[in-house]
């Protein structure tokens, strides 16, 4: 069994890590880390976990573990990247998104321009819900034609979500950006906040790929509403159309028109989290002992999802399509709160 710990106890995806543990087959959570001391130790008596510490370079070195789990704030990201990198750890999963504006994409850039030796991935654990998998599997297998439109939206902002539907529309569409044309606004987003998330309250943009395929994208306030959706979170969907009909899925549904054939179902949200979190480690696992088994949600294909939502912060700063990549402009974020204030 390979051996997991977790930084950053906080917050409720670390439990969300924490519960999928009696569903992963290759590996188990070991320790914990958190700068408080409080939270780490509620932490580790819910999930019974004795091992604790408030410095994880020490938690590196004394544990020696194969997985770290990050969900730290995005500003420290990088940081915890490194430390691992230097202590030897070979895999890293780190909470979305991976960055928040330009600097700190460039740094984390360079960084896997260095060609480190850990394996990173980002923790968008949707593309491993069963359903989502089913309904990647039916497009990857051409049931509904030649993609011709996939349209994405989240409830929450660029910051929270963004990269959640952009790495949806890939997976449905595995090919390359191309050009990004958006339009943002709302400035409350923007403002400083705990979480150092910074995004506009909405969004949206037109996104084109190299195989031709056309994409919208909709974050925020101005996104629609998913039945069932209580809180702001769960408001997530995606709807993929081809030649020979559509795929639909959002957090508690889903629905599919192929071959003039309708049908359509329900699925519980949570059930369907903590076994696709539970898949996501698995398959960083399966990473470790086959370096031709990557991770689909791995470092390289993170970066060019978040360079699209800077290319659309550009574009809409500067009112024209951004051709990607994009190579971005220093302060975009105080740009944009300046601009929308």
């Known amino acids: 069994m390979y051996k997991s710990v977790i930084i950053g106890v906080g917050g409720g995806r670390a439990h969300g890590h924490a519960d999928a543990y009696e569903y992963v087959k290759k590996g188990r959570v070991v320790a914990v880390c958190d ?19 408030t410095d994880y370079r020490e938690m590196f070195e004394k544990e020696k573990p194969e ?15 490194e430390a691992a990198e230097a202590a030897g750890v070979p895999a890293a999963v780190v909470e979305k ?12 850039r360079d960084f896997a321009a260095g060609k480190p030796k850990i394996k ?10 069963p359903r ?6 039916l497009a990857a ?19 929270y979500q963004g990269t959640h539907s952009l790495q949806a529309i890939g997976a449905f569409n595995p090919a390359q950006p191309t050009t990004v044309f958006g339009q943002v606004s709302g400035a409350q987003g923007l403002q400083p906040n705990v979480k150092e998330h910074y995004a506009p309250d909405q969004s949206l943009a037109a996104v084109e790929y190299d195989n031709g395929v056309q994409a919208t994208l909709r974050c925020g306030e101005n ?32 629905e599919t028109f192929i071959n003039n054939v309708y049908d359509s179902g329900e699925h519980e949200y949570p059930d369907e989290d903590v076994l696709g979190q539970a898949a996501l480690c698995d398959a960083m696992f399966d990473w470790l002992e086959d370096d031709g088994k990557v991770h689909p949600l791995n470092l390289d294909a993170a970066l060019v999802d978040f360079n699209v939502i800077l290319a659309l912060y550009a574009s809409s700063l500067n009112h024209q399509v951004i051709k990607l990549p994009y ?9 944009l709160r300046q601009a929308l204030a």
């Open 141 to 159: 297998d051409g049931a509904i034609g030649d993609l011709r439109f996939v349209e994405a939206s989240s409830g929450m902002n660029l910051a």
């Open 223 to 254: 996104a629609p509403r998913v039945p069932r959706g209580d809180a702001i979170y769960q408001h997530k969907r995606i709807a993929v159309y081809g030649m020979k009909g559509y795929i639909h899925w959002t957090m508690w549904g889903w």
């Open 120 to 129: 990173v991935a980002i923790n968008h654990q949707l593309q491993f819900h």
């Open 327 to 335: 190579e971005p402009e220093p302060d975009l974020v105080p740009k």
């Open 132 to 137: 989502r998998q089913q309904l990647q599997q």
């Open 35 to 53: 700068l408080r001391q409080d939270p780490l130790d509620e932490f580790g008596d819910k999930f019974d976990l004795s091992r604790r510490y």
């Open 67 to 81: 997985l770290v789990q990050v969900s730290t704030p995005p500003n420290v990201r990088l940081e915890v990247l």
């Open 97 to 108: 998104p991976l960055a928040i504006q330009g600097e700190d994409y460039v740094a984390l």
